[in-house]
């Protein structure tokens, strides 16, 4: 004999199982905007934008020196899967000295727009 309630945790399984296979595999966020501004023989300077949600794949960014024109708080994900945030202020300079290459994820409120200077 079929129930309501039957019907009713067999409608929830369903739409439940529908919602999760219309999630896109390993989702990643949506890609901030990063373009290279200047290059030659002695040094890469690299623009990056990241609203809130978006992020920059895995690279090694260790040896940059990077100027925050607005800051926010931002996670980096690791190949290992360990996370670290950190926050930076509008204004700030600072040398990353992170060697281990890592994606970003802008994860506050605020547009972070940063500068990257990398010697060669």
């Given amino acids: 004999m079929i129930t309501l309630k039957g019907v009713s945790k067999t409608a ?8 999760i296979a219309s999630l896109p595999a390993g989702a990643q966020p949506k890609p901030a905007m990063s373009k290279t501004v200047f290059d030659n023989d002695k040094v890469t300077i690299i623009e990056s934008v990241s ?3 978006e992020g920059l794949p895995t690279g090694v960014r260790g040896g940059e020196v990077l ?12 190949a290992d899967g360990t996370k ?3 926050t930076r202020k509008t204004g700030q300079a600072v ?8 994606s970003t994820l ?8 940063v500068i990257a200077v990398k010697l060669k």
């Fill in 67 to 78: 100027y925050y024109l607005s800051g926010g708080k931002i996670e980096r994900t690791f």
């Fill in 51 to 53: 609203k809130p949600g």
């Fill in 84 to 86: 670290a945030t950190v």
């Fill in 95 to 102: 040398m990353n000295s992170e060697m281990r290459p890592y």
């Fill in 12 to 19: 929830v399984a369903f739409a439940s199982l529908v919602l």
């Fill in 106 to 113: 802008n994860i506050g409120s605020t547009t972070v727009h």
